[in-house]
């Protein structure tokens, strides 16, 4: 491929000493599972995402769990998500106990309309869950005025923003908690499952790290029935190494993204990201819109450039949930995307060259 999707072996090379110093180190002290070196990035990781607790776990998906069943969700509430996202955010609003009520997007962001969000609150609403999907906030300020308005809490899922802001204030400091993944494509990446809620509430923190850790925070002294969700040493020490550089690789991206947006904005049917005001992207994916989607991916894929469809069906119309009998007409702007949704390769280290093959490829397309 002369421009691969993401390019995960180019970004360790460039930080090789420090990730192989971290792994070693766990290894030398035998720090395999908590300890020093977990303890050391959750408190590293609050400080960069601007909250008071940091409770990592396996993965991000537990955390959506987690964060959720913290907050006893019980049988019959409804929890608000977005129809455009990944299974993760709706399934675990399943599994955490409550029924899961999609909304459309807005239309331009990808991320959720809060009309949308205010017209399906019902008296079992207990929850909103917000993504800031692809690395742009969703509207933050809309929705906790509805989540204020009618008494709800609201998780953040931060999985694709890492460092993305809200109108100067970093996600993830709005709702209740926030969730973040680090599985390795992500802007902050592990080499291997790791995910972390963040929350600013100590009580829940501690409510949180309970049910990852067996029901309890001292062995043998289970308060409560919990689960076995962990961030492993390794994985942790390498979240910390490769945060020291997360502010430079977002740049990193943000400048690719203005490339792209430059570059793409002359050609006809291609439309770029649309960023809201006040609104930091910071460019998980640089997804574009085009009403000949799949020619011009088979296209770029002939000619070595490497393109990903996140996602190919909206969420409501996967058959994991057949059961809520939702129809694309109730959805038609998540619905209009999963048709037209393409993302380009944007990574911290991608070249201006590689850009501008992408760029002369879709213009000749
Ligand atoms: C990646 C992702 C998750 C899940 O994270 P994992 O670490 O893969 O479990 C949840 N929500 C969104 C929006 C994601 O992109």
Redesign the pocket.
């Known amino acids: 491929m002369a421009v691969p999707f993401a390019d995960l072996q180019l970004q360790y090379q460039t930080i090789k000493d420090e990730v192989d110093a971290a792994i070693a180190a766990v290894i030398r002290d035998s720090a395999f599972i908590r300890g020093p070196y977990v303890e050391a990035f959750e408190r590293d990781f609050a400080n960069a995402a601007g909250v008071k607790h940091c409770v990592s776990c396996a993965?991000?998906?537990?955390?959506?769990y987690l964060a959720m069943a913290a907050l006893k969700v019980r049988p019959g509430d409804e929890v608000i998500t977005t129809a455009h996202?990944?299974i993760?955010?709706s399934a675990m609003i399943t599994h955490a106990g409550a029924n899961v009520v999609f909304c459309d997007t807005d239309g331009t962001t990808f991320t959720i309309d809060p009309a949308a969000v205010e017209a399906a609150i019902t008296p079992r609403t207990v929850g909103i869950v917000p993504?800031h999907?692809y690395g742009q906030p969703a509207d933050m300020e809309a929705i906790m005025a509805i989540a204020r308005k009618h008494g709800l809490w609201v998780i953040e899922?931060c999985?694709?923003a890492h460092l993305a802001q809200f109108k100067g204030q970093p996600i993830g400091t709005f709702g209740n908690a926030a969730?973040y993944?680090?599985?390795p494509g992500?802007n902050l990446g592990a080499m291997g499952?790791?995910?972390a809620v963040v929350t600013d509430d100590a009580a829940l923190a501690e409510h949180i790290a309970m049910l990852a850790r067996h029901g309890g925070l001292v062995k043998h002294q289970h308060q409560i029935e919990g689960i076995n969700s962990r961030l492993d040493g390794m994985q942790a020490a390498i979240l910390s190494a490769k945060l020291r550089h997360l502010t430079a690789w977002t740049r990193a991206r943000q400048h690719a993204a203005v490339f792209y947006d430059t570059a793409l904005n002359q050609i006809e049917d291609v439309e770029v990201p649309q960023v809201a005001p006040g609104r930091t992207h910071v460019y998980?994916l640089y997804t574009i819109r085009h009403p000949r989607r799949e020619a011009l991916a088979a296209y770029l894929k002939a000619n070595g450039v490497q393109t990903a469809i996140n996602y190919p069906t909206a969420l409501p119309l996967l058959p994991a949930y057949a059961r809520l009998k939702h129809r694309p007409e109730h959805f038609p702007k998540a619905y209009r995307d999963q048709n037209r949704i393409l993302s380009l390769p944007l990574f911290a280290e991608i070249t201006n060259d590689q850009q501008q093959l992408v760029v002369d490829l879709i213009r000749s397309f």
């Open positions: 993965n991000g998906t537990d955390a959506l996202s990944w993760s955010t993504v999907l899922d999985a694709q969730t993944s680090f599985y992500k499952d790791a995910g998980h």
